[in-house]
């Protein structure tokens, strides 16, 4: 007989191989991030009011996005629910983890299961970590055998910008983007040389380094990064989380990393270009009584790119890359997993009359290195997709459609269609439809003594209507969305007392929701806002998903002061269960979060960040038995090349 049992939740990560489930979430509070944004745009508006009292028109500008639709387009065209966080927003955001950039400026639920280096899960409108497909320049980067990608190990300090999609896009992408895509972009040189080296000491005994370089010459552009990072901690269980994971000791972690990348343009419209980005992490974490357990992890790409203009209206892409995914145990339990995807994509964009085609074929093979004795290892998955996104008068259009051909489970077909119509030039109203699957991963499939290799992959359907309106200096952004998936895997427990079960296709999903999103800059001050309102729900118990809450929402307003540029944060969440069952002891309360960011320019070469987080020293949880940070402070010295 299969029974749900309400058990503490491990980090999502191969180490927990005995898939213990995640849980469900709740409701509360946000109201505390909007009436102080509501109080500093009174102050901004008081502001105005002394000089012209005339808010300036916050300019979208020309800000290209390539995720959407997996063609450059500006983002007030796209018609999917787009968030970029711009090489601006990274700057302002001084010494942030990835996870909280992805939560302040991306609008994403992310829970930390401790502090830097601990095991990060995310969230995009009810979807969990497996089901949001994660890219780097374009490819995928992750674990075939967890099924997920170690947000917490991919550096800040290597990124450019990060663009996010919510919805399904796996009519472009294929599995795991039943939640959305996020793209990372990593450091390329620009039109000008630019040096840079900044210098970082915090608390939690953190220290930092960081430096990078990029120029063009000629024909030739180059781009070379490096860092390193350690911090002595803290605990990041607490008594909470039961005898087999407490333990009271601090848990430390450093990280070093590296990026480089060489392009040539060889004649007018081609140019071929390698990379490669590494990102290597020792980070200890408690598994009960007894020595700390330490894992080693290791995320590498390398990457070939040719892009060539064939003719005025046709450009193509070739993409040949490998990424690696390393994870090895060390102390009371020792074992390794290793993930090795080789990656090809050749992609063609055609200039029609009223837009542009993208038509391309994708390959992916997942191997998987182990001393676990998995059935099997090694997997291809073979594609091929077309898309159109165009615009006649004042409507737009989008269609996508791919079909995957995959070793494991066969086809899959996924796609997605787009509407949208501008009332005028501030208003623009839109609608979307799109189906989308992930394929269970080599734990589910092929796991000793705990697998079914009978898994379907999990399907989902999605659909959205959304309004941009500028207006006043303002711009708002209003989406509805419904998104329901099928065939969820869960995993049911057979004998719960010792952890024996299977995962099957026995769940579904739904999660209704709302978003909003709103910036303005008024007397200087630019105002930013973005929430959700939404109900996760497994239909099957009708119980709230996991982890996940019924409110959440970012607030920030930023202001140059005497110099200083300085901004104000807030980060609130409603209640959320850890729990199957949303049993009470498993409640987490909502919280809300204050951060503070001063920068100030020391001449033409040098600038000084302090970074304030958590001002309030509020004490919240994320996943029930493991700790989160207090308040803390972190401060940087960057010299860049006048």
């Not at 990372?184 to 000008?192: D, E, K, S, Y």
């Amino acid at each position: 007989m299969f029974r749900l049992v309400d058990v503490a939740i491990p980090p999502p990560l191969e180490r927990r191989q005995a898939r213990l489930p995640s849980p469900p979430s709740a409701l509360r509070a946000l109201p505390v991030v909007l009436a102080g944004l509501t109080s500093l745009a009174g102050v901004s508006l008081a502001r105005a009011a002394e000089g012209d009292g005339v808010p300036s028109v916050v300019q979208r500008g020309p800000e290209m996005v390539v995720t959407a639709a997996r063609l450059a387009q500006p983002v007030n065209e796209s018609l999917s629910d787009v968030r970029v966080i711009t090489a601006e927003d990274l700057a302002g955001a001084g010494q942030m983890s990835l996870a909280e950039i992805l939560r302040q400026y991306g609008g994403i639920e992310t829970s930390t299961t401790g502090g830097a280096g601990q095991p990060v899960s995310l969230s995009i409108r009810g979807a969990s970590t497996a089901q949001t497909l994660v890219l780097i320049d374009g490819l995928r980067l992750g674990s075939a055998t967890a099924g997920t990608t170690a947000l917490e190990h991919i550096p800040v300090n290597q990124i450019e910008r990060i663009e996010i999609v919510a919805g399904p896009v796996s009519g472009l992408y294929g599995s795991d983007a039943i939640g959305g895509a996020i793209q990372i972009f990593t450091r390329q040189a620009g039109a000008q040389p630019a040096s840079q080296l900044s210098l970082g000491l915090g608390s939690y005994g953190t220290r930092r380094i960081d430096a990078a370089h990029s120029e063009r010459d000629g024909a030739i552009d180059l781009s070379v990064a490096a860092g390193a990072q350690s911090t002595t901690g803290f605990s990041a269980t607490n008594a909470s989380a039961g005898p087999f994971f407490y333990n009271q000791n601090i848990d430390p972690h450093r990280n070093s990393n590296l990026s480089a990348r060489l392009g040539w343009q060889w004649a007018d419209g081609h140019h071929i270009g390698v990379s490669v980005l590494d990102s290597f992490a020792v980070t200890y974490y408690s598994a009960g009584p007894g020595p700390e357990q330490r894992n080693r992890q290791r995320l590498s790409q390398y990457a070939f790119t040719s892009t060539d203009q064939l003719l005025p209206g046709w450009s193509s892409q070739l993409k040949i890359g490998s990424s690696r995914d390393h994870y090895a145990d060390e102390g009371q339990y020792s074992d390794y997993f290793e993930t090795e995807q080789h990656q090809a994509s050749w992609q063609n964009t055609v200039q029609v009359p009223t837009g542009q085609v993208v038509a391309g074929v994708d390959y992916l093979q997942d191997r998987v290195l182990s001393d676990t004795p998995f059935t099997v290892t090694a997997r291809d998955n073979r594609a091929a997709y077309v898309g159109y996104t165009g615009a006649i008068d004042a409507h737009s259009f989008g269609a996508n459609l791919r079909h995957d051909d995959n070793q494991q489970f066969g086809g899959a077909n996924s796609g997605a269609l787009a509407y949208g119509y501008r009332l005028s030039p501030q208003a623009r109203v839109r609608a979307s439809y799109g189906a989308g699957f992930r394929a269970p991963s080599f734990n589910d499939l092929y796991y000793p003594g705990s697998a079914n290799p009978l898994l379907k992959p999990e399907h989902s359907r999605s659909t959205e209507a959304g309004a941009d309106l500028d207006f006043a200096g303002q711009h708002v952004s209003l989406t509805a969305f419904e998104n329901r998936i099928h065939d969820k895997i869960l995993f049911v427990y057979t004998d719960p007392v010792n952890f024996l079960g299977q995962p099957l296709n026995v769940s579904a999903a739904r999660t209704r929701g709302l978003e909003l999103g709103w910036h303005t800059e008024l007397g200087g001050t630019r105002l930013e806002a973005r929430g959700t309102l939404q109900d996760p729900v497994n239909l099957d118990s009708g119980n709230r998903l996991p982890r996940n809450a019924t409110v959440f929402g970012t607030a920030r307003a930023s202001r140059t002061i005497a110099g200083y540029d300085v901004a104000l944060e807030a980060q609130g969440s409603g209640a959320r269960f850890d729990s199957l069952t949303q049993a009470s002891e498993r409640r987490m309360g909502g919280y809300t979060l204050f951060n503070l960011a001063v920068a100030h320019a020391l001449g033409t070469a040098w600038q000084a960040d302090l970074r304030w987080n958590n001002l309030l020293a509020h004490r919240y949880t994320q996943a029930y038995g493991y700790n989160t940070p207090g308040s803390n402070l972190m401060g940087t010295l960057t010299w860049r090349a006048p």
